[in-house]
């Protein structure tokens, strides 16, 4: 594992080319939210959202754009290299971004619409509406290939994984568990279970299985339900999570070499 050298970032999400991160940051400790995006290679870091109550960045598959909820608890969508100012992209009774799929459509958790618990939408477009995909759910992933979505089935908090389009039945990753995301091969899933652990299983899409869980590394994330997401998963197979400091160290760390570990618990 290895320390981060910026503080004050949360939600962190690598670019999809893995050279830049994306994350709000209250800059001046005054409670304003913005976007920033760190340049990795450079050590540069640029504020691309003015509004001061931005979170839930989420890049596009071609690393050129990234949504964000605004302050009006709607999506927005902003050039990251400031072509062109935001512009809405749905609107809703507080609606979450949480990933773009390789097509352009972008899945999102609408939390006010009155339900006991969030439900899942998925915005085209090419035909610029929303589909429901799911009553009850959150944290919602798409597979690389765009296939799968991996997601939290509420009322349970079981993590599942399903068929993005057609039929199919729900694939079990998890009895419980919080924030799923995948590896750039589509052949893992890492998730949160409630002591603060990373799990990790494998997934074959063809046989349509998973294995069962494997501790992957304790952590000191903040939450274990409904943090928004709290760590990502760099396309060259390191997870960045952001911790409650111990010390004087970042709340930023790196865990780093995490195919070699899991193939000596294999």
């Not at 962190?12 to 940051?25: E, H, M, N, V």
């Not at 773009?100 to 339900?115: A, K, R």
């Not at 035909?127 to 009553?135: L, Y």
Request: glycine share 10%.
């Amino acid at each position: 594992m290895g320390q981060f050298p910026e503080t004050g970032y949360e939600g962190p999400q690598f670019s999809p080319d893995g050279r830049y991160l994306a994350a709000y940051s209250d800059d001046e400790h005054n409670g304003k939210h913005f976007i920033r995006v760190y340049d990795l290679q450079r050590g540069i870091s640029t504020r691309i959202t003015e509004g001061g109550n931005e979170s839930t960045p989420v890049w596009s598959r071609d690393g050129k754009s990234i949504a964000y909820r605004d302050a009006s608890q709607n999506i927005e969508e902003v050039p990251v290299d400031a072509s062109g100012p935001s512009r809405p992209v749905v609107n809703g009774t507080d609606v979450i971004p949480c990933d773009w799929s390789p097509d352009g459509t972008l899945i999102y958790m609408s939390v006010g619409e009155g339900g006991p618990f969030p439900s899942l939408d998925a915005y085209s477009p090419v035909e610029q509406r929303s589909k429901p995909f799911a009553r009850y759910g959150a944290e919602p992933q798409f597979s690389p290939d765009g296939k799968w979505v991996a997601y939290i089935e509420m009322p349970k908090r079981e993590i599942v994984v399903q068929p993005f389009a057609g039929s199919g039945a729900h694939i079990q990753i998890a009895s419980v568990g919080s924030e799923p995301r995948w590896s750039h091969d589509g052949r893992k899933i890492f998730f949160f279970q409630p002591d603060r652990k990373v799990m990790v299983v494998a997934f074959d899409p063809i046989k349509k299985s998973a294995s069962a869980p494997r501790v992957f590394a304790q952590t000191r994330i903040v939450t274990t339900s409904f943090g928004w997401f709290q760590y990502a998963v760099n396309p060259d197979g390191r997870l960045l999570v952001n911790s409650l400091p111990t010390n004087n160290s970042s709340p930023l760390t790196l865990v780093a070499g995490w195919n070699t570990l899991l193939s000596h618990r294999q």
